[in-house]
């Protein structure tokens, strides 16, 4: 309610209410496909992440996240000797200082129009991702039709459209990338059912079929791939980072070749490409694994196996981050982080079961939360918005959109952000409209994903299709986020601010229309959409 008028009503579902008989002090419904995200001030507007964690010694690299008009002429006070930044683009590149201990940095961005300031602290240690990793992945977008233009492609799309201004950071290569050796292509050739690549119709496989690996066992890519290392390298001129995909069995999922026996080759080699995170699937390794866990004491034995490549990339001159696929068997929660693994997925692909985005968000935010914390991520899958080109059933010529709403997706995005989960979307990067950006690039949602305290939400409530988060953030302020999940009819939600640590009077701010609502006491009651969201950062 607004200063000084009381609170009536408790809650309120619209069951059997007209939408007129819903009373709310804001009205937060969202029409269909609507943009709330402002477009960008000419002002300065440094964003990302206020800490960092990095490995003495390693290579470094950072786009300083920033919005506003160009030229934009950066600076950074407390930068370290083993550093440079480029002060028209905003790069940092160089190499992490070999003392370890916290250096505190400020960043400054300077145009026409005024300045922003922005601390950041970089913490040289053990960790890596001291907030959730962010980012694109080809596969929902792609899937097994993907080549060195379309990563090219995404990595503009992020730059050009102001993603990396919000703090997206890695361009992420997934499977495919590799050869299929001869004898696979047989056996996949007799199964087009089985194998999305037999699907996509657009493949060439003159260009994918050939010995995997040349005489000293090297890794070689695809033709779809024809140089690497200029890839990375063009991912890296542009300050973001790049992501690899492999599997600890001998296939990938597609039946490509994968690293089992080659692990430090492999590790090698993705370093020397410049690659600055691995995603790595269990695919065929499930029989090993299986073979493992019949030992009387398996969990060292399945560590180890796991561990093999994270102890190769961690001997690399770069920090790669890992990321482990394993669909959320034996518990990776348990162990991942214990041998190095910056994240973990907790179950199968959620593109093939995309209207359970929530339950995955309310899963790591009850039974899995304490696990998440700076450094170590439960991963519930990418963000799977705009056009996809796969589902559990249908592998897509081109690619379509998920079926979810625009309401739907507002809530997947406010979720990931919620529970700081990698921060990652996945989408058809060469069929992507000015909905899916306005979702992506807005920096006080990146602010809640990215805050440093790592918290995963608190479930305030959960009944009658209305859920209540709540997340503490570093400078005291609360995000708070109402969900109806009911899919036709509007709900209005109540809350109090004494339900999660509140008080009194607080500054109310809506997070997605990045508007101050004023002062609410002693708490708020909000109409929102079938489906419908509103994010607040309320402070006292
Ligand atoms: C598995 C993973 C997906 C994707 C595909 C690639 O299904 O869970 O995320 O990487 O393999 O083949």
Not at 153 to 158: F, G, M, Q, R, Y
Not at 168 to 183: A, E, H, K, T, V
Not at 426 to 444: H, Q, Y
Not at 482 to 493: Q, R, S, Y
Request: glycine share 10%.
């Amino acid at each position: 309610m607004k200063k000084n008028i009381g609170i009536i009503a408790t809650v309120l579902l619209a069951t059997g209410l007209t939408a007129a008989a819903l009373t709310a002090d804001y009205d937060a419904r969202i029409a269909d496909n609507e943009i709330l995200t402002p477009a960008p001030a000419k002002l300065p507007r440094i964003n990302g992440p206020k800490l960092y964690g990095a490995r003495p010694g390693k290579k470094f690299i950072y786009r300083i996240p920033t919005q506003g008009e160009r030229p934009i002429r950066f600076s950074v006070a407390g930068l370290p000797e083993s550093m440079k930044l480029n002060a028209e683009q905003g790069i940092i590149t160089g190499t992490v200082p070999s003392k370890r201990g916290d250096y505190a940095l400020v960043f400054s961005a300077e145009n026409s129009f005024g300045k922003a300031e922005r601390p950041f602290r970089l913490v040289v240690g053990d960790k890596l991702a001291l907030t959730p990793p962010t980012g694109w992945n080809h596969w929902g977008g792609h899937a097994s039709n993907i080549s060195d233009e379309i990563i090219r492609a995404a990595a503009e799309l992020v730059v050009n459209r102001g993603l990396a201004d919000v703090g997206f950071q890695y361009i992420g290569i997934d499977d495919c990338w590799m050869r299929l050796s001869p004898s696979e292509y047989k056996k996949v050739s007799k199964d087009p059912d089985g194998f999305y690549m037999m699907k996509h119709k657009g493949i060439d496989f003159d260009k994918m079929v050939g010995e995997p690996r040349d005489a000293d066992g090297n890794i070689i890519p695809n033709d779809y791939f024809p140089d690497m290392k200029g890839l990375v390298d063009n991912i890296h001129s542009l300050g973001l980072k790049a992501g690899i995909y492999s599997s600890p069995g001998p296939l990938t999922c597609q039946n490509l070749e994968g690293s089992r026996g080659h692990e430090l080759q492999d590790a090698k080699q993705y370093a020397e490409w410049g690659f600055d995170l691995l995603k790595y699937d269990r695919c065929t390794a499930g029989g090993i694994i299986n073979q493992l866990k019949k030992k009387e004491n398996p969990l060292p034995l399945l560590k180890e196996f796991w561990r093999s490549m994270v102890g190769f990339l961690e001997e690399s001159d770069r920090d790669i981050v890992v990321n482990l696929c394993q669909y959320g068997h034996n518990e990776s929660w348990k162990w991942a982080p214990s041998i190095g693994m910056q994240s973990w997925r907790i179950s199968g692909d959620l593109n093939h079961h995309i209207n359970d985005y929530f339950k995955a968000a309310l899963r790591i935010a009850t039974d899995l939360r304490e696990y998440s914390k700076p450094g170590q991520w439960n991963d519930p899958d990418f963000m799977y918005v705009g056009r996809q080109v796969q589902t559990r059933f249908n592998h897509f010529e081109k690619s379509k959109p998920t079926g979810l709403t625009g309401n739907q997706e507002y809530q997947y995005v406010s979720l990931w952000a919620m529970i700081a989960a990698p921060f990652f979307f996945s989408t058809d990067v060469l069929n992507v409209d000015d909905f899916t950006i306005g979702l992506l690039s807005n920096p006080e949602v990146m602010d809640i994903s990215q805050d440093e305290l790592g918290r995963v939400a608190d479930v305030i409530r959960n009944e009658d299709g209305r859920v209540v988060l709540a997340k503490k953030l570093e400078d005291g302020s609360i995000a708070v986020a109402l969900f109806n999940t009911d899919p036709e009819k509007e709900a209005v939600i109540e809350v109090e601010w004494t339900d999660f640590g509140g008080c009194c009077e607080m500054d109310v701010f809506d997070v997605w229309r990045q508007k101050d609502l004023g002062v609410y006491e002693p708490g708020i009651s909000v109409r929102l959409s079938p489906h419908g969201v509103a994010l607040f950062r309320i402070k006292g």
